[in-house]
């Protein structure tokens, strides 16, 4: 475990200011320096540039203190968990706002502490444990100096919760084309297949089915290069998921219910993954629930069985005490493991194991 000062936490992270990575706090002497450098003072030492920090490389080295911290642990092998100084505090925080409640933050910190030491602190209730669940996002190239660049991820999870991650070949995206990256055909394979041959070396046998969950829609090059990829596995299904801002309303105090669906066609289905839960008698929100809409959708299992193991994987976040999420696991995280991802160099291998990104 390391605690972690706010005031070290300034220190170290990086904000965007005009475009540039600057840091959220300098030291004097470092802010004396800039102000030299900005009206074309310059040191009479080079190495004095170094001793405050202020060389390029070592600012755009790293952006964030946690992502930093963890890309450099994995390295070493050592999954980490952070806390902040002000998170142990069982009072009001430094703005004035009450902070969780003592059995909340026991639960997130130690469940997430059981999972980075190798136990699975619960599992899916799904009757098919041969089923691998993937996760395909994409992350921008930070240490790239092409602004360009972006690069695949992928994350895997086995019916009993054993979370992967896998990192696809960067390539060169233009966001006026579309402001989702989309795969080529051999990339959208070469990443699938290194999923299955991630799956098959854990656990020992390969996937008799595949389940792929994407935050935009499949392009045909994508649909063409991961159905060469899973050839061979006889039940796969290829579901995107996004959020138009529709919502239903029903009659009372409440949210529609947890697990509500609404059918637009065969292929355009709505689902409340949050919402009213019989079981605990309220909504366990603070705003309306934001439904998961399921845009497109190929493959051989019939839909209310996609939209039930949806539901599921709201549940398999081991990060939090909340009775769900409202994304499924496989992309709930990826922006946060993306980001960590963004700060190790392509030439250095990341960690496939799940905990080490949590």
């Known amino acids: 475990m390391l605690p972690i000062s706010d005031e070290t936490l300034e220190k170290c992270s990086f904000v965007n200011r005009g475009g540039e990575q600057v840091r959220r706090r300098l030291l004097p002497e470092e802010k004396s320096a800039l102000r030299k450098r900005e009206i074309g003072l310059q040191f009479l030492f080079p190495e004095m540039d170094l001793s405050l920090g202020l060389d390029d490389d070592s600012i755009s080295a790293h952006h964030n203190l946690r992502r930093a911290i963890k890309a450099e642990a994995m390295a070493f092998g050592l999954p980490t968990q952070l806390i902040l ?6 009072g009001l925080t ?33 009757g098919q444990p041969s089923t691998c669940y993937v996760g395909i996002s994409f992350y921008r ?10 690069t695949s991820l992928a994350q895997a999870f086995t019916h009993g919760g054993d979370g992967f991650v896998l990192r696809g070949k960067p390539f060169e995206w233009d966001d006026a084309v579309s402001p989702s ?33 994407k935050s935009s829609r499949f392009w045909p090059e994508e649909l063409a290069g991961f159905r060469e990829a899973i050839q061979g596995i006889a039940y796969w299904d290829l579901v995107a998921i996004q959020r138009r801002g529709i919502q239903f309303l029903r009659q009372g105090d409440y949210p529609p219910l947890r697990g509500t669906w609404v059918r637009f066609d065969d292929r355009d289905y709505l689902l409340y993954t949050q919402g009213y839960v019989p079981y605990l008698r309220t909504y366990p929100g603070m705003r309306s629930p934001q439904p998961q809409e399921i845009v497109e959708h190929h493959g051989t ?14 549940k398999l976040n081991w990060n939090s005490a909340d009775f769900s999420v409202s994304e499924p696991i496989t992309l709930a995280f990826s922006r946060r493991v993306g980001e960590i991802l963004a700060e190790m160099p392509a030439t250095v291998n990341p960690q496939e194991e799940y905990r080490f990104y949590m």
Request: hydrophobic share 40%.
């Open 301 to 314: 299992s019939p839909m209310d069985m996609v939209l039930r193991e949806i539901l599921a994987l709201t």
């Open 181 to 213: 990256p989309h795969l080529l055909r051999a990339d959208a394979r070469d990443l699938m297949r290194e999923v299955l041959a991630v799956y098959e070396r854990h656990r020992k046998v390969k996937p008799e089915r595949i389940v792929v969950h």
């Open 141 to 150: 190239e930070r240490l790239s100096q092409n602004s360009r660049m972006r």
């Open 85 to 90: 100084e002000r998170s142990l505090n069982l």
């Open 94 to 126: 430094a703005n004035g706002k009450r902070s969780q409640d003592p059995a909340t933050k026991a639960w997130n910190f130690f469940t997430a502490l059981y999972h980075k030491a190798g136990g699975h602190p619960w599992r899916l209730a799904l």
